[in-house]
Every structure is written in structure tokens, then in C-alpha cells.
């Protein structure tokens, strides 16, 4: 790159300043105005704005409600309640931020699912899905962290049980579990470094996203056809047409974000959270977050508790691998039929799992768990690297602007999108 | 159009698995809870229910003369009482009825004063143990959120304090318990508290046990959610005011991609 004032086509005589000496401008203008953008997308792909979306929201409000909560066991659970009462609109602040941890799971599984079934994790996206990935576990343990902080009875006993999981592992459990704690059960140390921790994550994954979309404007965006753009004829700029179409979904997400936080704000949460938490009672169900509970159900579906642990952090770990299981050079699942029904099994599965997580541990739930949790990894460790050979993929069309979907609905050809005059 | 229609099944294909999501969040909190609660249809249930402001006030009176004998309601200050109806000269006069410690002064001890509008409200006991001893081991919950830490809250309220009921045949009920037909397991501390005419109500309404019932879930459920009122009618303007920008933003949508044939 040669040394100087960056060649900058701003016109504008102050921001050109600016971006001849730091091209930000140029940057946005490449990566959100111009970039090229599959022109076949469908709303499947809004969750990815969705959540870079419902990330700052949760940043925003947490911060507020930080200013307001004192992370102490003694007075955790009252400064909540004095934010609901005399925090001016810390009602809202705070059901934003309670919900959109649920809002923010439900899109992120919508988009990991889109991932799936237009197999976005393949070739050249693989670093791509590992990332996202990573962002998917961060947000498991900032998640997790939060909803320690409101130090009601689901907080501490959710707290106990996950951060004991770590006792399974021989020898050196224990010490990992004290040494989680900063002491010998759940308590103020532990409020404090989870305070703390909680407030960190969410800017590591900030990070994170920042490199999950960097590596995906290297690659491009994968496409419902799954198949690459073959030239400007199959892609559109971002700007305005994603831009548009982003806002229609957002809206659409704001509404239901709205109605469950203006009309059902603790529809999702439990009531024992409103209890102070009480290291002496103990709840009748321990239930971890309704996000949590496919994994939570893999746990107790193993009689081992060393096994569960392993099996609930693989069921996760599985996901890093998945891009190398997956042995189909076809990505879309519109044109792989036998796969496409082994994946909505496979949501099925998911869906069953969440349903027996909320459950007590005992027959028939176990049984079911166990039979969900077999097909869970069955999917990913059978069934993809042995489709890949076995199945015969329906065929591609030529390119994504091409009416050759065999089979399909007809795809009226030309027009080649003009980008729009800005006014 | 076709295209146009897959959009929208996409779309509504995306919302359907939240919903189901969300769907299936609930057994979760269901799962323990096999006794059916009734629904006493209050005032501030649904998306438009306000606050019986009549029916929170005998709540604070019931509240005041039987229940604040051993429940705490420490969340609350007497300025709140303002938010249901009740005029400052009222909510003056009636902390002005209670004795709180305050200090230390300027000689360093603590002295006794009458309770301001912003005293929390006084709790019966000093502490937990003092609670308990006063209450054969048992320990009388806060109230001030305990519609919100109860499933279907202020229902069960109402539920609980109109359930002492005789027990069925073959139910033994333990030493210094109470048969509740609504209360998990059915043994409960709290003997029956409510009484016909255990109150006299200013407005002249008829104390039934049941009206007492509700009149106190009433105002529990207000204690719990002072905000309630305001977050729905503010949640209203916001999803209708949503409604309208989404359809525009489609507008918007559909003008940009008029040429693009997709």
C-alpha cells in the first residue's frame, strides 16, 4: 500500500479531510454502500443485522442499569427493584435488557439454523462459522453471568448447578469450582466476579462480531441457492436494497421485542427469581433460562456426571467441526433432499430437548432426552459425513440471475439492478 | 408477487420458530404446579387492564389492619401510596400513624419520630428470627413483590387466602398447620386470617372474605408492578406507532426493489 493521503471520492470538503488521513468513509461506503450482495436473499437473512442490532441494545441498557446496581449479595436483589421503582423509566431499561437476552438467543438460533440449512459453514466460510461460534458461547457464558446478578433464588441455585458442573472433572474439579467461586459456595465474591465478567464479555464480543464481519466481507455472503455469484449481474449493493430489506425485518422484530416487553415481561422469566435469593431453600425445579434447556437436557440425559458435562459442552464443541463433517460440496438444502429432512429432524430434536430441559429429571423425560440427544449428535457425526456420499444433490442452477431452476418456479430473467439514484 | 409471497413465508417462517421458542419456554415454569388456580378477572388484566383504584385502597386497609401484622413490605414507601388514588393529606396522616427510628442525632442517638411520606413502610419485626419466633419457626414472606414471585401471581393470592377449606378425608395435617387447597402441598403456616367482617370499609362495601381477597391481591399486584399501568399504555403507542413505520418501511422496500426483478 503506498505511503500518503488516501485517494478519497468524498466530495464533501471536511469529510474528505478526514477520510484522505483515515478512510473510514471509504470503508463504509465499500462495506455497507456498494458491497456485493447476493440479490436472492430472503428474510432469513435479516438475523444477522438482527442481532448486531439486539447486541447494542443489550450494551446500551446494561450500561444504565450498571450506573444503578450494587453487586452485592446483601443489596443485589433491592437495587433491581429500586431500578423498577425509582429509576426514572428503569422499568424499561431493565425489561429491555431482561428480554433482549431472550430476544437476542432467539435470533441467534434463527441464524445459526439459517447457517445449517444453506450450509453457510462450508467452504470458504468455515473461520466464519467458527467465529460465529464463538460469539454463540460468549453469549451462553455473559448470559448465564446476567442472570446470576438479580441474586433471586434462580440466580443461586442456577449458579450452583452450572458452576459445580465443573467438579466432574477428577482431581482438579474441586479446586475449579473453589476457585470459580472465590470461596466455598456461591456468594459475594462470586456476585462480584460475575458483575465484573458480565460487563467484560459483551465488548469481547463486540470484538468478535467485528472479525465474524470482517471475514465475512472477505468471502461474501452465502446465498439461498447456496451457489456463488457469478458476476455484478447476481448481486446487488447493499446499500439501499439490504439496507431495506433489513429495516422491514427490524421493525417486524421490534414488534414482537415490544410485546413482550410492554405486555409479558416476565412471560419468559421464572418467578422464583422475584424470591431473594436463600442459600438454606432450595427450589423445587432448578431450571436454567429457557435458551439453556436443549443443552441442559443433554446433561441429565447422561447417567454419568463427568459423561454429561462432556456431552453438553460437545454438543456445542461439535459445531467448531462441523464445516469438515459436512462432506456435500452442495450448501443449500433446496437442493439436497434427503439431507434437508435429516436437519428439520434435527430441529425437531432441538425443539424436543428444550421442551424436556424444563422438565423434572424422570421417566418418560430421560428416555426422550436421551433419544433427542442421540439424534442431536447423530446428525452432525453420522448423517452429514455419510450424505455427502450416499445422497444425490438435485442439480445446480447455472447462476443465481439464470431462470434454471428445474422444477422450480420460473425466475423472470434481465433486468440487471441499477443501482438506485440517490437523491 | 410469487416472489413476493416467499418472501413473506420466509419471514413468517422465521417468526414461527420464535414463537415456538417461546412456546416452549413455558413448561418450564410449569412443570411442579399441577393445581388449577382460578381466574378472578381483575381489573388489571390484559393489555388495557388499569388498576381498580377503589379496589387497591381496601387493599392497603386489609393490608394495614391484618396482614402488616406479620408481612413486610419493605420495597414500599408511603409516598407510593400516592400512585393509587390517595390524596397526600391521606398518605401524611396515615404514615403519621406509624413510629419509626431515625439517628443518630446530634448527640448520637437514635430517637423516634413519625413516619414521612418517603419512610419505607414499617416492617413488623426487626429481623428473620424475630419473625419466626413470633411465628412458631415460620417465617412471613415480604409482600412487596410477591405477585411478581408467585406463577400467575395476584390469582393465586386470591386463591390462598380464600382456600382454607376443610381437608379431605385421610389428609393429616401437621401440628400447627393449616389445610390450603391452593397452596403446594397443601400444608401452609399461615392460619386462616380473613374473616367475614374482619374489616370495616369506608366506602361501605360488603367485607366478604372473598372480596377481601381480592381487594388485597389487588393491591399486592399494584405493589409488585407499579409500573404496569404506564408500561401498557405506553407498549400501545409503541406497537401502533411500530405498525405504522413498519408499513411505510415495506413501502420503502417494495419502491427500492421495484426494478430488481427477484
Known amino acids: 500500500m503506498a505511503i500518503g493521503l488516501h485517494d478519497s471520492s468524498i466530495k464533501n470538503p471536511v469529510i474528505r479531510w478526514v477520510d ?86 432467539i435470533v441467534v438460533y434463527i441464524h445459526i439454523w439459517r447457517g445449517l440449512y444453506y450450509g453457510s459453514y462450508k467452504a470458504p466460510r468455515e473461520l466464519l462459522w467458527i467465529l460465529g461460534v464463538v460469539i454463540f458461547l460468549l453469549m451462553m457464558a455473559t448470559a448465564f453471568m446476567g442472570y446470576v446478578l438479580p441474586w433471586g ?49 459483551p465488548f469481547v464480543i463486540a470484538g468478535v462480531v467485528f472479525l465474524h464481519v470482517a471475514a465475512l466481507h472477505i468471502t461474501g455472503s452465502n446465498n439461498p441457492l447456496g451457489i456463488d455469484p457469478k458476476g455484478p449481474q447476481d448481486t446487488l449493493p447493499f446499500h439501499p436494497y439490504y439496507t431495506a430489506k433489513d429495516s422491514v425485518g427490524l421493525i417486524v422484530y421490534f414488534i414482537v421485542f415490544a410485546s413482550l416487553v410492554f405486555f409479558a415481561p416476565n412471560y419468559l422469566g421464572h418467578p422464583d427469581n422475584y424470591i431473594p435469593a436463600n442459600p438454606l431453600v432450595t427450589p423445587a425445579h432448578i431450571v436454567p433460562e429457557w435458551y439453556f434447556l436443549p443443552f441442559y437436557a ?107 431452476l428445474r422444477g422450480g418456479g420460473p425466475m423472470p430473467a434481465g433486468a440487471v439492478a441499477k443501482p438506485m439514484e440517490k437523491a | ?94 404514615a403519621a400513624s406509624f413510629t419509626v427510628t431515625d439517628g443518630p442525632n446530634d448527640l448520637g442517638e437514635m430517637f423516634e419520630r413519625p413516619a414521612r411520606l418517603s419512610d419505607r413502610f414499617r416492617r413488623p419485626f426487626p429481623n428473620e428470627l424475630a419473625a419466626r419466633a413470633a411465628n412458631n419457626g415460620a417465617y412471613p414472606v415480604d409482600l412487596s413483590v410477591i405477585t411478581k414471585a408467585r406463577a400467575d401471581g395476584a390469582n393465586y393470592v386470591r386463591a390462598l387466602l380464600t382456600g382454607y377449606v376443610e381437608p379431605p378425608e385421610g ?30 370499609y369506608a366506602d361501605g362495601t360488603a367485607a366478604t372474605v372473598d372480596q377481601m381477597a381480592r381487594d388485597v391481591a389487588t393491591f399486592l399486584a399494584w405493589a409488585a408492578e407499579p409500573e404496569a399501568e404506564q408500561r401498557k399504555a405506553m407498549g400501545v403507542r409503541i406497537i401502533l406507532f411500530l405498525i405504522v413505520l413498519g408499513g411505510l418501511t415495506y413501502a420503502v422496500k417494495r419502491k427500492i426493489w421495484a426494478d430488481v426483478a427477484h
Open chain 1, 20 to 105: 484522505q488521513r483515515l478512510p473510514v468513509f471509504t470503508m463504509m461506503q465499500k462495506e455497507y454502500g456498494t458491497f456485493p450482495t447476493p440479490r436472492n436473499f430472503n428474510y432469513f437473512w435479516n438475523f444477522g443485522a438482527l442481532a448486531m442490532v439486539t447486541l447494542m441494545i443489550m450494551i446500551a441498557t446494561g450500561i444504565f442499569l450498571a450506573m444503578n446496581y450494587t453487586p452485592h449479595t446483601t443489596y443485589a436483589f433491592d437495587s433491581v427493584e429500586r431500578i423498577m421503582r425509582d429509576v426514572n423509566y428503569g422499568w424499561l431499561i431493565r425489561y429491555v435488557h431482561m428480554n433482549g437476552a431472550s430476544m437476542f438467543f
Open chain 1, 153 to 201: 433464588q434462580m440466580s443461586f441455585w442456577g449458579a450452583t448447578v452450572i458452576t459445580n458442573l465443573f467438579s466432574a472433572f477428577p482431581i482438579v474439579g474441586e479446586h475449579i469450582v473453589t476457585w470459580l467461586w472465590g470461596g466455598f459456595s456461591v456468594d459475594n465474591p462470586t456476585l462480584n466476579r460475575f458483575f465484573s465478567l458480565h460487563y467484560l464479555l
Open chain 1, 298 to 404: 443433554i446433561l441429565r440425559a447422561v447417567p454419568d456426571k463427568l459423561g454429561g458435562v462432556l456431552l453438553m459442552f460437545g454438543s456445542i464443541a461439535v459445531l467448531f467441526i462441523l464445516p469438515w463433517l459436512d462432506t456435500s460440496p452442495v450448501r443449500s438444502m433446496r437442493f439436497r433432499p434427503i439431507a434437508k429432512w435429516t436437519l428439520f429432524l434435527w430441529l425437531i430434536a432441538f425443539f424436543v430437548l428444550m421442551w424436556a430441559g424444563g422438565k423434572p429429571a424422570e421417566e418418560p423425560y430421560v428416555t426422550i432426552s436421551r433419544i433427542a440427544t442421540a439424534y442431536y449428535f447423530a446428525y452432525f457425526l453420522v448423517i452429514l459425513p455419510l450424505l455427502g456420499r450416499l445422497e444425490r444433490p438435485l442439480s445446480l442452477p447455472e447462476s443465481i440471475a439464470l431462470p434454471v
Open chain 2, 1 to 94: 408477487m410469487r416472489d413476493l409471497k416467499r418472501g413473506f413465508r420466509n419471514l413468517v417462517g422465521a417468526m414461527a420458530l420464535g414463537a415456538a421458542a417461546l412456546g416452549m419456554a413455558t413448561p418450564a415454569q410449569a412443570a411442579g404446579e399441577a393445581i388449577a388456580i382460578p381466574n378472578a378477572n381483575f381489573s388489571f388484566a390484559g393489555f388495557f387492564g388499569t388498576y381498580d383504584r377503589g379496589s387497591a385502597q381496601r387493599g392497603l386497609q386489609v393490608y394495614k389492619e391484618v396482614c402488616s401484622a406479620c408481612h413486610a413490605m419493605h420495597l414500599l414507601s408511603y409516598r407510593n401510596l400516592l400512585e393509587i388514588g390517595l390524596s397526600e393529606d391521606q398518605v401524611r396522616a396515615l
Open chain 2, 171 to 200: 389428609f393429616v395435617v401437621a401440628e400447627g398447620m393449616n389445610y390450603n387447597a391452593y397452596f403446594p402441598g397443601h400444608q401452609i403456616a399461615m392460619p386462616a386470617v380473613l374473616n367475614p367482617d374482619q374489616v370495616e
